[in-house]
């Protein structure tokens, strides 16, 4: 979906050379859409749990009733 978002941001600033194109208003929230740092992939570094804050807990070290308490 990203690389739909950005294929139109590139329409679009072609577009505003002749005075028209997307509502800077929606232009800005594409812009955000894509900037958002929880679309980017890559690989999840590994945490060691020592290193988290203490309220900070790992899914994958939880149990199920820790997790229905959070």
């Known amino acids: 979906m990203s690389r739909a978002l950005i294929d139109l941001l590139a329409m679009d600033a072609f577009a505003q050379r002749t005075g028209v194109g997307l509502n800077p208003r929606l232009r800005a929230a ?6 958002f ?5 890559g690989p999840i570094p590994e945490i060691a749990p020592d290193d988290l804050p203490e309220d ?3 899914f994958r070290q939880c149990d199920a009733a820790a997790r229905k308490k959070a």
């Open 56 to 58: 900070i807990a790992l």
């Open 37 to 41: 740092p929880a679309k980017r992939a």
């Open 30 to 35: 594409i812009e955000a859409d894509i900037r």
